[in-house]
């Protein structure tokens, strides 16, 4: 594993995983994967830390499950957005997005001087 | 919610997140093959990035079913472990709070049957009493929401509110199966009954309006299931077998569901009769379609989306002309005008009556609310006590809990331990509660007035029960916990640590605020017994007002034999006699209506004196033979007794004469001699008063102890007749009812003994509410008392030890010993009077919910509060002298080096 490759940041694999899931449906694996390729090996996540997120966000009726067929043929766990899941990846964006603006705010703030 | 069914679906969510888990494992590693790892390390590597799939596993766990869950397991078992340790402690907690539960459960149990509990019919609230507010004037046979039996057809009319109404009036039948009659409960209805409560049948059919035509066309019955199972073995060929009522043959057409036990609590029928089939079941009563005889309880059931108000007013048109109509009947032209106005003021009432119709519930309500009153104030002491107990535990946990806390372990952690500690006591009390709860539930029916009539009272623990005992339990670990884990998280960390272990102040100013209110509680159920001792020794001492030792009543009724009314009294003339000439006897006579039976019969009188007029209330009346006075004992203090004259008809040279008691003479002569003056029986202008007043009787109890009342007695003979015997005799009762019994196998041996009692048992039977009432608080208020002692005296110690350096220092400056004992009593004094000053306006406001229990007594009466206050004040004191003796005792030197 490449040392360039930096741990998702605490509290962020949540609307990964929401950002993902709005795409289309897919199973842990897949999701998983995807993370990787979107992010182009960047981020690594921590697979273990993946299924406790996918339940909590289950937990908290941001996400659906189904159980359905796979690519493989084999049945897979598949999660997607519910109505609510939805409303709270808006929200995380926002806040994401207001919170990259400010740091960015601060190191311009610091390179001007 | 959704962590608590995660609870139940465990075993279900496990499997599917280790499919879930193997899937991520299997895709991974032929990923990894398929890039070319051997399969062995693929496996390894795939593993290594899940982080294991145990902890996974754990973790998804915590997700599912929250830590706060989890721990409140391990915070139980914790908390057990400790109490364990801990048996005397735990024993006191765990018992006055499984007293205090299984009195409020037992309570619960009996008013749920009582009052609560709807009919186990279809759609039960929606089942009205129809009632007439006002006079009727009618004759009435039966006690309470009375009206005609037209009426009920006239209602049945009223489409447009009803579904269906019908009426139905409780009796006592003769009932002979196979072998002897028997007295049963049976309860006429009209053929609507069924149809409309919604019963169905387990067996044959059930009454139908066919049922309700013309009077004794219909002699057909239903039997209860029980009766059905009990007294016939469940014969499935049950259907048209025919049984005697009252001699007449009636055939059985059905048996009613298992579930349904009529619609009154207090009287449970064996069978159903139709209503047209009165004269049958009520000897001598030929009335049933006379609009002027009130004898049975209307209900209706209301259409879907009809409310009562609209209903109730929307049948008073009817009503109004139904009154108008009556007023020109013939059988009214003769009232006086103002009669008829109060007549004319009368309106429909209706109520809703899910629960049916009940004496029992009428007469029973008022004291189990007050008793239940009475066992919540007891349960919120244990619970204070508790508190209390948890709160000295506390403190000496104190080093324990400071440790936790420096540790890391959060305040809400602490308090939540805590309140496991009190949940887990509240619990195990429940659990004790629920086990005492039947054993007292059948202690407090044994109280409860009873006749022929079964009642439905059960004590059994039904699922209503546990959810409330359960429920109160709950309740009571959290009240009991929350002063505990309040104190735990106010605490300072940093003051608690660095103080020596013991000499904490933690919780004192609770302790006291707690010690207060118990004080307060104690006072109110101390001065609730006080007045329910003083009532009911009140009402002992009174006494019926006559002898009522060596006294027995029995009765018959020839009539429900089949007896026909001239040879019924031949035959009840001719068991007097042998009854007169039995060696037992003393003296005997007859009545006509039993006494203290909290019924009589009831009537206006017109009185000619100087002038005419009318007894503004209803007057007693009873019928009895010569020598009925002197067989209670009660004095004749003017005028004579009935003779054998008396009895004669008119024209064998009897004359009608009355007697009536000194109350009478007093409401209506103003004392002045009656003697010689006339009175008629009834209101109207009409009334001929042709009965002469021969005699003046000093006043008894006819209805019951507590009351009072105006009574006039004729003279059982061609008018009246009677079949209560009251004997007093020599020797025992033993004795003496077999001289009874002998008598009457002799004069007919299929004759059964409606009921034989002494007098003695009979005004006991009269007085079991109060006695109940008197019992029970008395109880409470003890058990308040102790506890609180109790309590009070953990409070006072607990200050003493606390103080134990103060008050050395005091003594070595020179204070006195006995100003030391002032310290530690000003402190209790203070909390006592605090209670007191609480408890005051509560009786004063508790006071109008017993007020109509108590007799001779006022519920705010001086007298008993200042004893009760007394009491508690010298008992309060007396727990706390102890811890103050033990602080004057204080050896300044080792107070001080202690340090």
């Given at each position: 594993?490449?040392?360039?490759?930096?741990?998702?940041?605490?509290?962020?694999?949540?609307?990964?995983?929401?950002?993902?899931?709005?795409?289309?449906?897919?199973?842990?694996?897949?999701?998983a994967?995807?993370?990787?390729?979107?992010?182009?090996?960047?981020?690594?996540?921590?697979?273990?830390?993946?299924?406790?997120?996918?339940?909590?966000?289950?937990?908290?009726?941001?996400?659906?499950?189904?159980?359905?067929?796979?690519?493989t043929?084999?049945?897979?766990?598949?999660?997607?957005?519910?109505?609510?899941?939805q409303?709270?990846?808006?929200?995380?964006?926002?806040?994401?997005?207001?919170?990259?603006?400010?740091?960015?705010?601060?190191?311009?703030?610091?390179?001007?001087? | 919610?959704?962590?608590?069914?995660n609870?139940?679906?465990?075993?279900k969510?496990?499997?599917?997140?280790?499919?879930?888990?193997?899937?991520?494992?299997?895709?991974?590693?032929?990923?990894?093959?398929?890039?070319?790892?051997p399969?062995?390390?693929?496996?390894?590597?795939?593993?290594?990035e899940?982080?294991?799939?145990?902890?996974?596993?754990?973790?998804?766990?915590?997700?599912?079913?929250?830590?706060?869950?989890?721990?409140?397991?391990?915070?139980?078992?914790?908390?057990?472990?400790?109490?364990?340790?801990?048996?005397?402690?735990?024993?006191?907690?765990?018992?006055?709070?499984?007293?205090?539960?299984?009195?409020?459960?037992?309570?619960?149990?009996?008013?749920?049957?009582?009052?609560?509990?709807?009919?186990?019919?279809?759609?039960?609230?929606?089942l009205?009493?129809?009632?007439?507010?006002?006079?009727?004037?009618?004759?009435?046979?039966?006690?309470?929401?009375?009206?005609?039996?037209?009426?009920?057809?006239?209602?049945?009319?009223?489409?447009?509110?009803?579904?269906?109404v019908?009426?139905?009036?409780?009796?006592?039948?003769?009932?002979?199966?196979?072998?002897?009659?028997?007295?049963?409960a049976?309860?006429?209805?009209?053929?609507?009954?069924?149809?409309?409560?919604?019963?169905?049948?387990?067996?044959?059919?059930?009454?139908?309006?066919?049922?309700?035509?013309?009077?004794?066309?219909?002699?057909?019955?239903?039997?209860?299931?029980?009766?059905?199972?009990?007294?016939?073995?469940?014969?499935?060929?049950?259907?048209?077998?025919?049984?005697?009522?009252?001699?007449?043959?009636?055939?059985v057409?059905?048996?009613?569901?298992?579930?349904?036990?009529?619609?009154?609590?207090?009287?449970?029928?064996?069978?159903?009769?139709?209503?047209?089939?009165?004269a049958?079941?009520?000897?001598?009563?030929?009335?049933?379609l006379?609009?002027?005889?009130?004898?049975?309880?209307?209900?209706?059931?209301?259409?879907?989306?009809?409310?009562?108000?609209?209903?109730?007013?929307?049948?008073?048109?009817?009503?109004?002309?139904?009154?108008?109509?009556?007023?020109?009947?013939?059988?009214?032209?003769?009232?006086?005008?103002?009669?008829?106005?109060?007549?004319?003021?009368?309106?429909?009432?209706?109520?809703?009556?899910?629960?049916?119709?009940?004496?029992?519930?009428?007469?029973?309500?008022?004291?189990?609310?007050?008793?239940?009153?009475?066992?919540?104030?007891?349960?919120?002491?244990?619970?204070?006590?508790?508190?209390?107990?948890?709160?000295?535990?506390?403190?000496?946990?104190?080093?324990?809990?400071?440790?936790?806390?420096?540790?890391?372990?959060?305040?809400?952690?602490?308090?939540?331990?805590?309140l496991?500690?009190?949940?887990?006591?509240?619990?195990a009390?429940?659990?004790?509660?629920?086990?005492?709860?039947?054993?007292?539930?059948?202690?407090?029916?044994?109280?409860?007035?009873?006749?022929?009539?079964?009642?439905?009272?059960?004590?059994?623990?039904?699922?209503?029960?546990?959810?409330?005992?359960?429920?109160?339990?709950?309740?009571?670990?959290?009240?009991?916990?929350?002063?505990?884990?309040?104190?735990?998280?106010?605490?300072?960390?940093?003051?608690?640590?660095?103080?020596?272990?013991?000499?904490?102040?933690?919780?004192l100013?609770?302790?006291?605020?707690?010690?207060?209110?118990?004080?307060?509680?104690?006072?109110?159920?101390?001065?609730?017994?006080?007045?329910?001792?003083?009532?009911?020794?009140?009402?002992?001492?009174?006494g019926?007002?006559?002898?009522?030792?060596?006294?027995?009543?029995?009765?018959?009724?020839?009539?429900?034999?089949?007896?026909?009314?001239?040879d019924?009294?031949?035959?009840?003339?001719?068991?007097?006699?042998?009854?007169?000439?039995?060696?037992?006897?003393?003296?005997?006579?007859?009545?006509?209506?039993?006494?203290?039976?909290?019924?009589?019969?009831?009537?206006?009188?017109?009185?000619?004196?100087?002038?005419?007029?009318?007894?503004?209330?209803?007057?007693?009346?009873n019928?009895?033979?010569?020598?009925?006075?002197?067989?209670?004992?009660?004095?004749?203090?003017?005028?004579?007794?009935?003779?054998?004259?008396?009895?004669?008809?008119?024209?064998?040279?009897?004359?009608?004469?009355?007697?009536?008691?000194?109350?009478?003479?007093?409401?209506?002569f103003?004392?002045?001699?009656?003697?010689?003056?006339?009175?008629?029986?009834?209101?109207?202008?009409?009334?001929?008063?042709?009965?002469?007043?021969?005699?003046?009787?000093?006043?008894?109890?006819?209805?019951?102890?507590?009351?009072?009342?105006?009574?006039?007695?004729?003279?059982?003979?061609?008018a009246?007749?009677?079949?209560?015997?009251?004997?007093?005799?020599?020797?025992?009762?033993?004795?003496?009812?077999?001289?009874?019994?002998?008598v009457?196998?002799?004069?007919?041996?299929?004759?059964?003994?409606?009921?034989?009692?002494?007098?003695?048992?009979?005004?006991?039977?009269?007085?079991n509410?109060?006695?109940?009432l008197?019992?029970?608080?008395?109880?409470?208020?003890?058990l308040?008392?102790?506890?609180?002692?109790?309590?009070?005296?953990?409070?006072?110690?607990?200050?003493?030890?606390?103080?134990?350096?103060?008050?050395?220092?005091?003594?070595?400056?020179?204070?006195?010993?006995?100003?030391?004992?002032?310290?530690?009593?000003?402190?209790?004094?203070?909390?006592?009077?605090?209670?007191?000053?609480?408890?005051?306006?509560?009786?004063?406001?508790?006071?109008?919910?017993?007020?109509?229990?108590?007799?001779?007594?006022?519920?705010?009466?001086?007298?008993?509060?200042?004893?009760?206050?007394?009491?508690?004040?010298?008992?309060?004191?007396?727990?706390?002298?102890?811890?103050?003796?033990?602080?004057?005792?204080?050896?300044?030197?080792?107070?001080?080096?202690?340090?």
């Amino acid at each position: 594993m490449s040392s360039s490759r930096f741990p998702v940041p605490q509290g962020t694999l949540d609307m990964l995983i929401l950002q993902i899931l709005s795409l289309e449906p897919a199973h842990g694996y897949g999701i998983a994967q995807r993370l990787e390729q979107i992010s182009k090996s960047v981020v690594q996540v921590n697979q273990g830390s993946l299924y406790p997120a996918l339940h909590r966000l289950e937990q908290k009726g941001w996400l659906k499950t189904d159980w359905k067929q796979s690519e493989t043929g084999r049945e897979a766990k598949f999660y997607s957005l519910t109505r609510s899941g939805q409303n709270q990846l808006r929200v995380e964006r926002h806040g994401w997005a207001r919170l990259t603006g400010a740091v960015q705010l601060i190191f311009d703030e610091g390179s001007a001087q | 919610m959704n962590r608590i069914l995660n609870w139940l679906r465990l075993r279900k969510l496990e499997s599917e997140l280790d499919r879930e888990l193997k899937y991520h494992i299997d895709r991974r590693v032929s990923d990894l093959i398929r890039s070319g790892l051997p399969e062995f390390e693929a496996r390894r590597r795939a593993a290594l990035e899940l982080g294991g799939v145990t902890q996974v596993r754990e973790e998804v766990r915590d997700i599912w079913l929250t830590r706060w869950l989890r721990d409140f397991v391990y915070d139980l078992r914790f908390s057990a472990r400790a109490f364990l340790r801990n048996p005397s402690f735990t024993a006191t907690a765990v018992l006055s709070l499984a007293l205090g539960i299984g009195a409020t459960t037992a309570l619960y149990s009996l008013i749920d049957q009582v009052v609560l509990r709807p009919l186990p019919v279809d759609h039960p609230e929606r089942l009205v009493l129809i009632d007439w507010i006002g006079s009727q004037m009618a004759e009435t046979l039966g006690t309470d929401n009375l009206m005609s039996y037209p009426i009920c057809r006239d209602l049945q009319q009223q489409k447009e509110f009803f579904d269906g109404v019908f009426c139905r009036a409780a009796t006592t039948i003769n009932l002979s199966t196979s072998g002897e009659p028997r007295l049963t409960a049976a309860e006429l209805v009209s053929g609507t009954y069924f149809s409309v409560l919604g019963v169905s049948p387990a067996l044959g059919r059930l009454f139908t309006i066919d049922d309700d035509q013309a009077p004794g066309s219909s002699p057909v019955v239903v039997l209860s299931y029980d009766f059905w199972k009990n007294q016939f073995e469940s014969a499935q060929d049950i259907v048209g077998r025919k049984v005697l009522v009252n001699q007449h043959a009636m055939t059985v057409v059905g048996v009613a569901e298992p579930t349904f036990h009529g619609i009154d609590v207090g009287e449970v029928p064996s069978l159903w009769i139709p209503a047209v089939m009165s004269a049958e079941a009520i000897p001598g009563f030929n009335t049933m379609l006379d609009r002027r005889t009130r004898w049975v309880q209307i209900l209706g059931r209301l259409k879907q989306n009809v409310s009562l108000a609209r209903t109730q007013t929307g049948l008073q048109p009817w009503f109004k002309a139904m009154l108008d109509e009556d007023t020109r009947r013939t059988d009214f032209s003769r009232v006086s005008a103002e009669r008829r106005r109060q007549f004319l003021a009368s309106t429909l009432g209706l109520t809703a009556a899910p629960q049916g119709h009940s004496i029992l519930r009428h007469s029973l309500s008022r004291p189990l609310w007050v008793l239940f009153v009475a066992t919540a104030v007891l349960l919120a002491l244990a619970c204070l006590n508790v508190a209390g107990l948890l709160l000295a535990r506390g403190s000496a946990r104190h080093r324990e809990l400071s440790t936790r806390l420096a540790l890391g372990a959060s305040r809400g952690r602490i308090g939540r331990q805590l309140l496991a500690d009190s949940v887990l006591l509240a619990f195990a009390g429940g659990l004790l509660g629920v086990v005492i709860a039947p054993v007292a539930v059948r202690a407090l029916i044994a109280f409860l007035p009873r006749n022929t009539a079964a009642t439905d009272l059960e004590a059994n623990v039904d699922t209503r029960l546990l959810l409330f005992a359960f429920l109160v339990s709950m309740a009571t670990g959290f009240l009991a916990g929350a002063a505990p884990a309040l104190q735990a998280r106010r605490e300072s960390l940093v003051s608690s640590l660095r103080e020596r272990a013991g000499t904490a102040f933690g919780g004192l100013s609770l302790r006291r605020a707690i010690m207060t209110a118990q004080i307060a509680f104690t006072l109110i159920l101390v001065i609730a017994a006080g007045l329910f001792v003083r009532t009911l020794s009140g009402l002992l001492a009174k006494g019926p007002g006559f002898d009522t030792s060596s006294l027995i009543s029995f009765g018959i009724s020839p009539k429900r034999n089949g007896y026909s009314p001239a040879d019924a009294n031949r035959l009840i003339r001719r068991i007097h006699e042998e009854i007169r000439r039995s060696a037992s006897t003393q003296i005997s006579a007859i009545a006509n209506f039993q006494l203290l039976l909290g019924g009589a019969w009831n009537n206006p009188l017109t009185i000619q004196g100087t002038e005419r007029f009318t007894t503004d209330r209803d007057v007693h009346l009873n019928a009895v033979t010569p020598g009925f006075f002197a067989t209670l004992g009660t004095r004749i203090v003017g005028g004579r007794d009935f003779d054998e004259h008396d009895s004669l008809p008119l024209n064998e040279g009897g004359q009608r004469v009355v007697i009536v008691n000194e109350a009478f003479v007093k409401r209506y002569f103003g004392g002045r001699n009656p003697l010689g003056a006339h009175v008629g029986m009834g209101s109207g202008l009409d009334v001929k008063p042709d009965t002469e007043i021969i005699g003046v009787v000093e006043d008894f109890s006819y209805r019951s102890v507590r009351e009072r009342w105006e009574q006039a007695y004729f003279p059982i003979g061609a008018a009246y007749s009677g079949s209560n015997f009251y004997v007093r005799f020599r020797g025992t009762p033993e004795s003496a009812y077999a001289a009874m019994r002998s008598v009457l196998r002799n004069a007919d041996p299929t004759l059964p003994i409606a009921y034989s009692r002494t007098l003695d048992e009979q005004v006991n039977r009269s007085l079991n509410t109060e006695r109940m009432l008197a019992a029970l608080s008395s109880s409470f208020g003890t058990l308040a008392l102790l506890l609180s002692l109790v309590g009070l005296y953990g409070v006072m110690s607990f200050v003493v030890t606390q103080r134990t350096r103060e008050i050395g220092i005091r003594l070595a400056l020179g204070a006195t010993r006995l100003s030391t004992i002032w310290l530690v009593l000003r402190d209790a004094l203070v909390m006592i009077s605090a209670g007191t000053a609480i408890a005051l306006p509560c009786v004063w406001a508790l006071g109008r919910l017993v007020e109509s229990q108590l007799y001779d007594v006022k519920p705010t009466d001086p007298v008993t509060i200042l004893m009760a206050t007394l009491i508690l004040c010298s008992t309060a004191l007396c727990a706390a002298l102890i811890p103050a003796h033990r602080a004057s005792a204080v050896n300044p030197n080792n107070a001080l080096r202690s340090e």
